[in-house]
């Protein structure tokens, strides 16, 4: 997850390219997933935590900048969750949470949003389906959310608590892209918009608790802001104590004193497989499954800071596919053996190698790109995973990510290692005909079992066996998000849905 200053890269379809890609930084510690438990509301809760910090908690801002439908960067989207109600949360176990929205529901090309009642903004102004719409659209027209609402057409409000949007294609997942800033219809042009969340503006330099919140929750009485204008700026703020906590890049390594913190979000690190390379172990399913079955995602896993195993093509932590993928979390020797049996191999007990009729080695040539450490790392651990289950497997560098690009695009490879931001609804279309397309070999039934998930999220493990069966390319790790704050500063909780997802548990030493 980047903290751009520019305008979100995925919103243009070179996005795509770069999501197959780099970035990142190693760091010591493994995710665990916060509890979804609800903060406590606001109350006495919230008086006593503000009366017991004695230091500020300041965050970074785009100086005047609170409308992310208008500023297209990572620090007004990071305030907007502050100011502004959603519609719907994403826990930081990735469960779905009704917001302003009561219900969601998705219907081929329909998806209607029921409104709760009683919820108004900081100046009693009570929100209308009319916001909602006007909001959503606003979205749709922005640099910012554009990519994320490609498939909504329109969005009209029917009544004065239902919104009607309708898709050009269908999506039953579509709720999880609706956290999205709540403005009033008459100020989705505003640089600052009326507030309608936990906090509201309480002056130049700060935020304030908003006693009209729909939601609201305990944490500080007042939270201080500081223009920053990029990267370098924000991490010299936090080294200065002008800034508490922030959301890190991924390339970016700590270079002051600071704790870290994880969170889960929707990048999978992948290996892409080439289909039509002359090499079974590519070019069919046994192979592929053959691949996949001689890897320990869990091991992986536990090399990586803020990583989990991806046993399917859906993060496993969605209700739809919860406990209900079919690929192993750990090496299935089983497995492994009796697929390069199918394919014609035998166990070569001299060479302690598995080789073809002809005495030929079984063989797999993995491409990375040179200047990412992480996925060097990645690429290096899979190479050592087959060498030890008797595969022979050999490294390719491309000097640049502009080679490596190149070569994937034009299949110079049998592996690939990418990496791919999906959104929150875990669209896999960038695998089918987007960035990540290359060589994947893809049958009908698996595009079939995919219609039927979008339409239905019920057929999730349906598409999740057939996606097992092909193999088109290997899932190994759900990569996480990464927050920094001073070693004064702990307790925020994040989720991929809003940095400041809790602020109930927070504290700030002396």
């Known amino acids: 997850m980047h903290l751009t200053f520019a305008p979100r890269r995925r919103a243009a379809a070179a996005l795509l390219a770069a999501c197959l890609l780099l970035g990142g930084c190693s760091r010591p510690a493994v995710l665990q997933p916060e509890s979804s438990s609800q903060p406590a509301a606001s109350g006495s809760a919230g008086a006593d935590s503000g009366a017991a910090q004695p230091a500020r ?6 100086e005047g900048s609170y409308n992310p439908y208008l500023d297209a960067n990572t620090l007004t989207e990071q305030v907007a969750g502050l100011l502004f109600e959603k519609l719907v ?5 990735m469960e779905l949470e009704m917001r302003l929205a009561e219900s969601v529901e998705s219907s081929g090309l329909t998806v209607t949003i029921r409104l709760r009642g009683g919820c108004t903004f900081a100046d009693g102004a009570p929100l209308t389906a009319g916001d909602v719409a006007a909001s959503l659209l606003a979205a749709k027209a922005s640099a910012f959310y554009a990519g994320r609402l490609a498939n909504m057409t329109d969005a009209q409000a029917v009544d004065g608590s239902t919104v009607v949007l ?5 999506d039953s997942l579509f709720a999880y892209l609706l956290d999205l800033p709540i403005l009033k219809a008459s100020e989705t042009a505003s640089p600052q918009p009326t507030p309608g969340g936990r906090y509201a503006y309480g002056g130049a330099d700060s935020l304030v608790p908003n006693p009209r919140a729909p939601f609201p929750e305990a944490g500080p009485e007042t939270i201080w802001l500081t223009p920053v204008n990029d990267y ?14 922030y959301l890190a890049e991924e390339t970016a390594s700590s270079a002051v004193a600071t704790s870290e913190r994880y969170f889960r979000s929707n990048t999978l690190l992948f290996a892409g497989v080439n289909g039509g390379a002359d ?3 590519c070019a069919t399913a046994q192979g592929r499954a053959a691949l996949s079955a001689a890897l320990s995602r869990q091991e992986l896993a536990g090399r990586f800071a803020s990583a989990s195993p991806a046993p399917g093509a859906l993060d496993p932590l969605y209700e739809c596919v ?7 979390e750990e090496a299935d020797p089983e497995g492994f053996a009796a697929a390069m049996a199918a394919l014609g191999y035998r166990w070569d007990e001299a060479a302690a190698r598995y080789v073809d009729e002809a005495g030929r080695p079984a063989r797999i040539d993995i491409l990375a790109c040179g200047s990412s450490a992480d996925r060097v790392y990645a690429a290096r651990l899979l190479q050592q995973q087959w060498e030890e289950a008797g595969i022979e497997a050999t490294l390719t560098l491309a000097d640049d990510f502009g080679v490596y690009l190149q070569m994937v695009q034009d299949r110079q490879f049998e592996l690939y290692i990418g990496e791919m931001k999906l959104y929150n609804n875990n669209d896999l279309s960038p695998f089918w005909s987007g960035s990540a397309r290359y060589g994947l070999a893809l049958s009908q039934p698996l595009l079939d079992a995919y219609a039927q998930l979008r339409a239905d999220s019920a057929a999730a493990p349906a598409f999740e066996q057939a996606f097992a069966a092909q193999m088109p390319y290997l899932p190994l790790l759900w990569r996480g998000g990464v927050t920094v704050s001073n070693r004064r500063t702990s307790g925020v909780i994040s989720s991929v849905s809003d940095l400041y997802y809790s602020l109930a548990s927070l504290s700030i030493a002396q």
């Not at 309708?166 to 269908?170: D, S, V, Y």
């Not at 370098?232 to 906590?245: C, K, R, T, W």
């Open 57 to 62: 908690f300041a965050i970074a801002v785009s």
């Open 89 to 93: 949360r994403i826990s930081p176990r």
């Open 166 to 170: 309708t898709l050009a294609e269908p």
């Open 232 to 245: 370098a700026e924000l991490v010299s703020q936090l080294a200065m104590g002008e800034i508490s906590f």
């Open 279 to 281: 090499n079974p172990l």
């Open 322 to 328: 919860r406990g209900q993928q079919v690929l192993s």
